[in-house]
Protein backbone atom coordinates (compact mmCIF):
# COMPACT_ATOMS: atom_id res chain seq x y z
CA UNK A 1 0.00 0.00 0.00
CA UNK A 2 2.72 2.94 0.91
CA UNK A 3 5.57 2.71 -1.81
CA UNK A 4 7.91 4.55 0.40
CA UNK A 5 7.83 1.91 2.98
CA UNK A 6 11.12 0.55 3.35
CA UNK A 7 12.25 -3.00 5.81
CA UNK A 8 15.03 -4.04 7.60
CA UNK A 9 16.36 -7.46 6.32
CA UNK A 10 16.70 -10.54 7.97
CA UNK A 11 18.74 -13.26 6.78
CA UNK A 12 18.77 -17.27 8.32
CA UNK A 13 20.06 -20.52 7.68
CA UNK A 14 18.65 -23.99 7.51
CA UNK A 15 15.58 -21.78 5.19
CA UNK A 16 13.95 -25.30 5.16
CA UNK A 17 12.66 -24.98 9.16
CA UNK A 18 11.99 -21.52 8.96
CA UNK A 19 8.44 -20.98 7.79
CA UNK A 20 7.13 -24.55 7.01
CA UNK A 21 6.83 -27.78 8.83
CA UNK A 22 6.31 -29.86 5.49
CA UNK A 23 9.14 -28.78 4.36
CA UNK A 24 11.73 -28.95 7.23
CA UNK A 25 14.00 -31.64 8.83
CA UNK A 26 13.33 -31.10 12.12
CA UNK A 27 10.11 -28.89 12.80
CA UNK A 28 10.17 -25.03 12.05
CA UNK A 29 10.95 -21.95 14.13
CA UNK A 30 7.25 -20.13 13.09
CA UNK A 31 9.09 -17.18 12.27
CA UNK A 32 5.97 -16.18 9.62
CA UNK A 33 3.28 -16.82 12.67
CA UNK A 34 5.53 -14.95 15.29
CA UNK A 35 6.25 -11.71 13.21
CA UNK A 36 2.24 -11.72 12.47
CA UNK A 37 1.98 -11.34 15.92
CA UNK A 38 4.63 -9.25 16.70
CA UNK A 39 3.09 -6.77 13.61
CA UNK A 40 -0.35 -7.16 15.61
CA UNK A 41 1.40 -5.31 18.64
CA UNK A 42 2.49 -2.55 16.82
CA UNK A 43 6.08 -3.76 15.16
CA UNK A 44 6.79 -2.32 11.89
CA UNK A 45 7.84 -5.64 9.90
CA UNK A 46 10.64 -7.37 8.90
CA UNK A 47 11.47 -9.09 5.30
CA UNK A 48 13.12 -12.64 6.36
CA UNK A 49 15.33 -14.13 3.90
CA UNK A 50 15.40 -18.17 4.37
CA UNK A 51 18.44 -19.66 2.95
CA UNK A 52 18.08 -23.48 1.94
CA UNK A 53 20.90 -25.49 3.16
CA UNK A 54 22.38 -28.42 0.43
CA UNK A 55 21.32 -31.17 2.73
CA UNK A 56 24.28 -33.58 2.34
CA UNK A 57 26.14 -30.55 2.12
CA UNK A 58 25.06 -28.33 4.84
CA UNK A 59 27.99 -29.54 7.56
CA UNK A 60 30.35 -27.92 4.60
CA UNK A 61 28.43 -25.01 3.64
CA UNK A 62 27.90 -23.64 7.94
CA UNK A 63 31.40 -24.22 8.81
CA UNK A 64 34.77 -21.93 8.41
CA UNK A 65 36.92 -24.28 8.94
CA UNK A 66 37.95 -27.51 7.93
CA UNK A 67 37.35 -30.34 10.62
CA UNK A 68 39.72 -33.04 10.82
CA UNK A 69 37.78 -35.26 13.41
CA UNK A 70 34.83 -35.28 10.95
CA UNK A 71 36.92 -35.05 7.63
CA UNK A 72 33.74 -32.43 6.78
CA UNK A 73 33.52 -28.18 6.79
CA UNK A 74 35.70 -25.68 5.61
CA UNK A 75 33.46 -24.14 2.76
CA UNK A 76 31.84 -21.59 5.07
CA UNK A 77 33.62 -18.94 3.80
CA UNK A 78 32.19 -19.29 0.41
CA UNK A 79 29.26 -19.46 1.66
CA UNK A 80 28.91 -15.82 3.51
CA UNK A 81 30.56 -14.55 0.69
CA UNK A 82 27.46 -15.38 -1.41
CA UNK A 83 25.56 -14.32 0.93
CA UNK A 84 27.07 -10.97 0.66
CA UNK A 85 28.26 -10.59 -2.78
CA UNK A 86 25.16 -12.14 -4.24
CA UNK A 87 21.93 -12.61 -2.30
CA UNK A 88 22.12 -9.68 -0.79
CA UNK A 89 22.95 -6.80 -3.54
CA UNK A 90 19.73 -9.00 -5.39
CA UNK A 91 17.44 -8.85 -2.44
CA UNK A 92 18.28 -5.18 -1.80
CA UNK A 93 17.91 -4.50 -6.11
CA UNK A 94 14.34 -6.40 -6.21
CA UNK A 95 13.17 -5.11 -2.52
CA UNK A 96 12.14 -2.33 -0.37
CA UNK A 97 15.07 -2.85 1.64
CA UNK A 98 16.88 -0.83 4.75
CA UNK A 99 20.19 -1.85 3.40
CA UNK A 100 22.93 -0.34 5.59
CA UNK A 101 23.81 -2.70 8.58
CA UNK A 102 22.07 -1.44 11.19
CA UNK A 103 19.08 -2.68 9.52
CA UNK A 104 20.88 -6.13 8.24
CA UNK A 105 20.28 -9.24 10.70
CA UNK A 106 21.65 -12.69 9.76
CA UNK A 107 20.85 -15.30 12.16
CA UNK A 108 21.01 -18.96 12.44
CA UNK A 109 20.88 -21.94 15.43
CA UNK A 110 24.03 -24.81 15.53
CA UNK A 111 26.28 -24.97 12.84
CA UNK A 112 23.69 -22.13 11.84
CA UNK A 113 24.23 -20.02 14.78
CA UNK A 114 28.84 -20.54 14.61
CA UNK A 115 28.04 -19.35 10.18
CA UNK A 116 26.40 -16.42 11.40
CA UNK A 117 29.13 -15.82 14.07
CA UNK A 118 31.42 -15.58 11.54
CA UNK A 119 29.54 -13.32 9.33
CA UNK A 120 29.68 -11.06 12.06
CA UNK A 121 33.39 -11.26 12.35
CA UNK A 122 34.33 -11.28 8.81
CA UNK A 123 31.41 -8.40 7.51
CA UNK A 124 30.89 -6.03 10.14
CA UNK A 125 30.48 -3.82 7.28
CA UNK A 126 27.34 -5.65 6.27
CA UNK A 127 25.37 -7.48 9.23
CA UNK A 128 24.75 -5.27 12.44
CA UNK A 129 22.15 -7.98 14.29
CA UNK A 130 23.38 -11.30 15.05
CA UNK A 131 21.29 -13.73 16.49
CA UNK A 132 23.65 -16.97 17.82
CA UNK A 133 21.11 -19.66 19.23
CA UNK A 134 22.77 -23.08 20.56
CA UNK A 135 26.08 -22.32 18.60
CA UNK A 136 28.26 -25.55 17.24
CA UNK A 137 31.53 -23.50 18.24
CA UNK A 138 32.45 -26.83 19.19
CA UNK A 139 33.24 -28.44 15.46
CA UNK A 140 35.56 -25.14 14.92
CA UNK A 141 37.05 -23.82 17.96
CA UNK A 142 39.51 -21.86 15.46
CA UNK A 143 36.57 -19.23 16.38
CA UNK A 144 37.53 -18.06 19.66
CA UNK A 145 40.75 -16.91 18.66
CA UNK A 146 39.55 -15.39 15.40
CA UNK A 147 36.93 -13.48 17.18
CA UNK A 148 39.96 -12.24 19.46
CA UNK A 149 41.66 -11.05 16.86
CA UNK A 150 39.04 -9.63 14.55
CA UNK A 151 37.78 -6.96 16.37
CA UNK A 152 33.64 -6.13 15.89
CA UNK A 153 31.68 -3.22 15.37
CA UNK A 154 31.22 -2.05 18.64
CA UNK A 155 27.78 -0.76 17.96
CA UNK A 156 27.36 -4.68 16.63
CA UNK A 157 24.35 -5.90 18.60
CA UNK A 158 24.51 -9.93 19.39
CA UNK A 159 22.43 -12.19 20.93
CA UNK A 160 23.65 -15.21 22.53
CA UNK A 161 21.32 -18.54 23.38
CA UNK A 162 22.05 -21.52 25.06
CA UNK A 163 19.88 -24.68 27.48
CA UNK A 164 20.94 -26.36 29.42
CA UNK A 165 19.91 -29.36 28.25
CA UNK A 166 22.33 -29.21 25.11
CA UNK A 167 25.36 -31.71 24.94
CA UNK A 168 24.76 -31.65 28.97
CA UNK A 169 25.72 -28.08 29.60
CA UNK A 170 28.38 -28.14 26.61
CA UNK A 171 26.67 -25.15 24.90
CA UNK A 172 26.16 -23.09 27.75
CA UNK A 173 29.90 -23.37 28.55
CA UNK A 174 30.88 -22.34 24.87
CA UNK A 175 28.37 -19.46 25.04
CA UNK A 176 30.04 -18.06 28.37
CA UNK A 177 33.37 -18.50 27.14
CA UNK A 178 32.61 -16.65 23.64
CA UNK A 179 31.04 -13.60 25.86
CA UNK A 180 34.57 -14.00 28.21
CA UNK A 181 36.50 -13.07 24.74
CA UNK A 182 33.93 -10.51 23.80
CA UNK A 183 34.27 -8.84 26.62
CA UNK A 184 38.22 -9.43 26.64
CA UNK A 185 38.59 -7.77 23.22
CA UNK A 186 36.80 -4.53 24.28
CA UNK A 187 33.20 -5.61 23.04
CA UNK A 188 30.58 -3.50 25.11
CA UNK A 189 29.00 -5.59 27.32
CA UNK A 190 25.26 -3.36 26.40
CA UNK A 191 25.75 -5.02 23.41
CA UNK A 192 25.60 -8.78 24.32
CA UNK A 193 22.65 -10.11 25.01
CA UNK A 194 22.98 -13.94 26.58
CA UNK A 195 20.39 -16.14 26.99
CA UNK A 196 20.66 -19.17 29.33
CA UNK A 197 16.96 -21.07 29.65
CA UNK A 198 17.27 -24.44 31.88
CA UNK A 199 14.89 -26.26 29.82
CA UNK A 200 16.15 -25.25 26.40
CA UNK A 201 17.14 -28.52 23.92
CA UNK A 202 18.37 -28.57 20.69
CA UNK A 203 15.39 -28.47 18.68
CA UNK A 204 13.59 -26.24 16.91
CA UNK A 205 10.92 -26.05 19.30
CA UNK A 206 13.30 -24.07 21.85
CA UNK A 207 14.38 -21.47 19.14
CA UNK A 208 10.75 -21.09 18.03
CA UNK A 209 10.11 -19.94 21.39
CA UNK A 210 13.04 -17.64 21.89
CA UNK A 211 12.35 -15.94 18.17
CA UNK A 212 10.27 -12.96 19.22
CA UNK A 213 12.23 -11.93 22.13
CA UNK A 214 15.68 -12.32 20.45
CA UNK A 215 14.37 -10.48 17.24
CA UNK A 216 12.78 -7.63 19.32
CA UNK A 217 16.25 -7.34 21.41
CA UNK A 218 18.17 -7.15 17.92
CA UNK A 219 16.21 -4.52 16.03
CA UNK A 220 15.35 -2.37 19.59
CA UNK A 221 17.63 0.57 18.11
CA UNK A 222 15.35 0.97 15.35
CA UNK A 223 12.44 -0.21 16.06
CA UNK A 224 9.28 2.29 16.73
CA UNK A 225 7.28 2.31 19.59
CA UNK A 226 4.16 0.09 19.72
CA UNK A 227 0.76 1.79 18.94
CA UNK A 228 -3.01 0.72 19.05
CA UNK A 229 -4.13 0.35 15.46
CA UNK A 230 -6.49 2.75 14.42
CA UNK A 231 -8.65 -0.42 13.15
CA UNK A 232 -12.24 1.31 11.94
CA UNK A 233 -10.04 4.48 10.21
CA UNK A 234 -7.80 2.30 8.24
CA UNK A 235 -9.97 -0.37 7.17
CA UNK A 236 -11.15 0.18 3.39
CA UNK A 237 -13.06 -1.80 1.03
CA UNK A 238 -12.89 -1.53 -2.70
CA UNK A 239 -13.52 -1.22 -5.47
CA UNK A 240 -17.08 -0.55 -4.92
CA UNK A 241 -19.35 -1.79 -6.95
CA UNK A 242 -16.82 -4.97 -7.92
CA UNK A 243 -17.38 -7.37 -10.33
CA UNK A 244 -14.31 -9.73 -9.43
CA UNK A 245 -12.20 -9.43 -6.45
CA UNK A 246 -12.92 -6.82 -3.27
CA UNK A 247 -9.73 -5.67 -1.81
CA UNK A 248 -9.41 -4.94 1.90
CA UNK A 249 -6.78 -2.37 2.45
CA UNK A 250 -4.73 -2.75 6.26
CA UNK A 251 -6.75 -5.99 6.61
CA UNK A 252 -2.96 -7.16 8.09
CA UNK A 253 -3.21 -4.82 10.70
CA UNK A 254 -6.24 -6.65 12.52
CA UNK A 255 -6.09 -9.64 15.15
CA UNK A 256 -7.27 -13.14 13.25
CA UNK A 257 -8.81 -10.87 10.57
CA UNK A 258 -12.31 -12.97 8.83
CA UNK A 259 -15.10 -11.37 7.12
CA UNK A 260 -19.06 -12.83 6.74
CA UNK A 261 -21.06 -11.91 3.16
CA UNK A 262 -24.60 -11.76 2.93
CA UNK A 263 -27.39 -10.90 0.63
CA UNK A 264 -29.88 -8.65 0.60
CA UNK A 265 -32.06 -10.66 2.89
CA UNK A 266 -29.53 -11.61 5.38
CA UNK A 267 -28.72 -15.33 4.13
CA UNK A 268 -25.32 -15.77 5.14
CA UNK A 269 -23.55 -16.84 1.62
CA UNK A 270 -19.58 -16.83 2.14
CA UNK A 271 -17.54 -16.55 5.20
CA UNK A 272 -13.79 -17.13 6.07
CA UNK A 273 -10.24 -15.63 7.05
CA UNK A 274 -8.94 -12.69 5.75
CA UNK A 275 -5.39 -14.46 4.75
CA UNK A 276 -4.64 -12.55 1.42
CA UNK A 277 -6.76 -9.28 2.29
CA UNK A 278 -8.75 -9.99 -0.69
CA UNK A 279 -12.65 -12.08 -1.48
CA UNK A 280 -13.22 -13.36 -4.45
CA UNK A 281 -16.60 -12.39 -5.52
CA UNK A 282 -16.67 -13.63 -8.86
CA UNK A 283 -19.10 -16.53 -8.81
CA UNK A 284 -21.50 -14.61 -6.79
CA UNK A 285 -24.54 -13.20 -9.32
CA UNK A 286 -24.70 -9.46 -9.94
CA UNK A 287 -26.60 -7.51 -6.89
CA UNK A 288 -26.42 -5.78 -3.45
CA UNK A 289 -24.63 -7.54 -0.15
CA UNK A 290 -23.58 -7.23 3.02
CA UNK A 291 -19.92 -7.58 4.41
CA UNK A 292 -19.13 -7.93 7.63
CA UNK A 293 -15.39 -7.97 8.80
CA UNK A 294 -14.16 -9.12 11.90
CA UNK A 295 -10.98 -8.74 13.77
CA UNK A 296 -10.78 -12.00 16.27
CA UNK A 297 -14.52 -12.27 17.21
CA UNK A 298 -15.32 -8.05 17.43
CA UNK A 299 -16.93 -6.96 14.06
CA UNK A 300 -14.60 -3.74 13.25
CA UNK A 301 -16.86 -2.73 9.78
CA UNK A 302 -20.14 -3.61 8.23
CA UNK A 303 -20.30 -2.13 4.48
CA UNK A 304 -23.10 -2.97 1.63
CA UNK A 305 -21.65 -4.23 -1.29
CA UNK A 306 -22.61 -4.21 -4.69
CA UNK A 307 -21.44 -6.58 -7.35
CA UNK A 308 -21.81 -5.80 -11.21
Not at 27 to 41: K, Q, R, Y
Not at 180 to 201: H, R, W, Y
Not at 257 to 262: D, E, G, Q, V
Amino acid sequence: DNPNQHYRVLYMHDGQNVFDESTSFAGEWEVDESLNDLFLDGDKGCIVVAIDNGADLRINEYSPWYNATYQAGGEGEAYVDFIVETLKPYIDSNFRTLPDRQHTGIMGSSLGGLISHYAMVEHPEVFGKVGVFSPAYWFNPEIYDHTAQNPIAEDTRLYLLAGQQEGNGSVVNDVNQMESVLLQSGFPSDNIEVKIDADGEHREWYWAREFPAAYLWLFEDVSVGIEEPEEEEDLTVFPNPADSLLNIRNCTAFRKPSYRLSNSDGKLLMKGKLRDCYIDVSGLPAGVYMLQICSGRKPVIEETIIIE
